[in-house]
């Protein structure tokens, strides 16, 4: 999806992700991302914004609820 969203995006466009990484204790797959993988994706393109934030979430529900969760939220424009 990520591939697709920067074959999309013109030249200064902007993309913006926010997403679950794998350093999450509850079970998230297949919506997981590596800790360092948008950087990685996004190694050609301006990084505007990019911060790793940990909580829980209680949005989650069953067994996973309340668990440890990361974020990743990025702000990236293409050069």
Same mark, same amino acid.
Request: include cysteine; glycine fraction near 6%; charge should be positive.
């Given at each position: 999806?990520?591939?697709?969203?920067?074959?999309?995006?013109?030249?200064?466009?902007?993309?913006?992700?926010? @997403? +679950?990484? =794998?350093? %999450? *204790? @509850? =079970?998230?797959?297949? +919506?997981?991302?590596?800790?360092?993988?948008?950087?990685?994706? +996004? @190694?050609?393109?301006?990084?505007?914004?990019? &911060?790793?934030? *940990?909580?829980? =979430? #209680? %949005? #989650? =529900?069953?067994?996973?609820?309340? &668990?440890?969760?990361?974020?990743?939220?990025?702000? @990236?424009?293409?050069?």
């Amino acid at each position: 999806m990520i591939r697709k969203m920067q074959e999309a995006t013109k030249i200064d466009g902007i993309n913006v992700i926010c @997403a +679950y990484t =794998d350093k %999450s *204790q @509850a =079970d998230l797959r297949p +919506y997981l991302l590596n800790a360092d993988e948008l950087k990685t994706l +996004y @190694a050609e393109w301006k990084i505007l914004h990019f &911060k790793e934030l *940990q909580g829980t =979430d #209680v %949005s #989650v =529900d069953g067994p996973d609820k309340g &668990k440890l969760v990361w974020r990743v939220e990025m702000i @990236a424009r293409k050069k």
